[in-house]
């Protein structure tokens, strides 16, 4: 907590604490069995416990669905920020709060290599548009 507690201070800014990844190397420590439950679980319910002020939210991407909702029903009001969407419906039903609010989702690949060419800007552009739409679809909207 010493770590987080400064951030706290600034009432409007906030903080994302790394809680699980999608890579394969944060298997080593993120799936780490603590009293029967993977270390990121320990982790999200730590962040849980910090966020007195509203000001936290938990790292955790969104190719692992289920973990992801195994995290949102640990820490139903937290916001997380999701890089790596992989199945964009499993990942905003699995994630989304009770609003159908909560996550702030990442897509930068998608977008990045929309096109290599002059039309760069504008295949970005419908990309991102497409993966809001889909988003919102995902969300009921």
Same mark, same amino acid.
């Given at each position: 907590?010493?770590?987080?507690? &400064? @951030?706290?201070?600034? #009432?409007?800014?906030?903080?994302?604490?790394? !809680?699980?990844?999608?890579?394969?190397?944060?298997?080593?420590?993120?799936?780490?069995? !603590?009293?029967?439950? #993977?270390? @990121?679980?320990?982790?999200? +319910?730590? /962040?849980?416990?910090?966020?007195?002020? %509203?000001?936290?939210?938990?790292?955790? %991407? %969104?190719? @692992? &669905?289920? +973990?992801?909702?195994? /995290?949102?029903?640990?820490? #139903?009001?937290?916001?997380?920020? /999701? #890089?790596?969407? %992989?199945?964009?419906?499993? !990942?905003?039903?699995? =994630?989304?709060?009770?609003?159908?609010?909560?996550?702030?989702?990442?897509?930068?690949? *998608?977008?990045? @290599?929309?096109?290599?060419? +002059?039309?760069?800007? +504008?295949?970005?552009?419908?990309?991102?548009?497409?993966?809001?739409?889909?988003?919102? *679809?995902?969300? =009921?909207?």
């Amino acid at each position: 907590f010493d770590s987080v507690e &400064p @951030y706290l201070e600034y #009432p409007d800014k906030g903080a994302f604490i790394l !809680c699980r990844t999608s890579n394969k190397g944060g298997d080593d420590f993120q799936m780490l069995n !603590c009293g029967g439950r #993977p270390l @990121y679980h320990v982790v999200a +319910e730590k /962040v849980e416990q910090w966020n007195t002020t %509203g000001q936290l939210g938990l790292v955790i %991407g %969104g190719t @692992y &669905p289920k +973990e992801l909702a195994s /995290v949102r029903a640990l820490t #139903p009001e937290l916001n997380f920020l /999701v #890089p790596g969407i %992989g199945d964009i419906n499993a !990942c905003v039903q699995s =994630g989304m709060n009770a609003q159908k609010t909560g996550m702030v989702i990442n897509s930068s690949r *998608a977008v990045l @290599y929309a096109s290599s060419g +002059e039309d760069f800007k +504008e295949k970005a552009r419908e990309v991102a548009m497409q993966t809001r739409d889909a988003i919102n *679809a995902a969300r =009921g909207l």
